[in-house]
């Protein structure tokens, strides 16, 4: 039972950490985060668009997924809009601004972490908790990127670095043994969990990711990159 929940936060935590790494190489080259951004982008809805969300519609049909999908994007905007009244303040206005940036994200974050968490337990005896765990790696890696760049621009130290990734990586870990425990007697719930972290995902990729990739270059630019994230998981599912 507690398995789950350590291979759930080790995977999150990694996704992290490594979007941390990058975020120290790549915070004063905005075109190369552009770049990293939209090929995750690609990756995850790759991920999302060909392997977990048919299996979702697959257990509970097309009317739970379409719910629960729709359910997590407005559970996102919700989290988004009461995130604001968190944010701390100092003299620095333009350290203010990096701090708000990355906490608006890191408590974002770490709240939708929770249904991905119980969607990764819940899945295990489904045959899709290995691309779910793939989406979790991949998924908080470019969160990683754009979390940590104005948070090190900050000023942030490795010790917080290390917190932060663990405070954002426990959801999942409680999420997963949640899921796991609940068992898998009731498929419609487990559609509609899974549909529901799917929303959260696809939304937080596309408004905190694909978008912030489309701002640092162009349109074309981030749209060809996610074609090859895309390709690269079809590629991957097709002759793997």
């Not at 940036?101 to 899709?128: K, R, V, Y």
């Amino acid at each position: 039972m507690y398995y789950v929940g350590i291979v759930g936060f080790m995977a999150t935590a990694v996704g992290f950490g490594l979007g941390g790494v990058l975020a120290i190489f790549f915070k004063k080259l905005q075109h190369k985060v552009s770049t990293i951004n939209a090929l995750c982008t690609g990756l995850i809805l790759g991920l999302v668009c060909l392997e977990i969300a048919p299996e979702s519609i697959y257990l509970g049909g097309k009317v739970v997924f379409t719910i629960g999908f729709l359910l997590g994007v407005l559970c996102f905007f919700q989290i988004h809009e009461v995130s604001h009244k968190f944010t701390p303040s100092t003299e620095n206005l333009q350290k203010d601004r990096f701090i708000q940036t990355g906490f608006l994200l890191a408590i974002s974050i770490t709240i939708h972490n929770f249904p991905l968490g119980i969607a990764f337990g819940s899945s295990q005896n489904l045959g899709i908790s290995k691309p779910i765990l793939q989406a979790l790696i991949l998924h908080n890696i470019p969160e990683g990127i754009a979390m940590f760049i104005p948070l090190f621009l900050a000023g942030l130290r490795f010790k917080m670095f290390l917190l932060i990734t663990t405070i954002v990586s426990l959801p999942v870990a409680v999420g997963s043994i949640v899921g796991s425990v609940i068992g898998m007697k009731y498929p419609l719930l487990w559609s509609f969990i899974i549909s529901f972290a799917l929303g959260i995902i696809v939304i937080v990729t596309i408004k905190e990711i694909f978008i912030e990739a489309v701002k640092h270059s162009s349109f074309v630019h981030a749209m060809l990159f996610v074609g090859v994230g895309i390709f690269i998981i079809w590629g991957y599912m097709t002759f793997i």
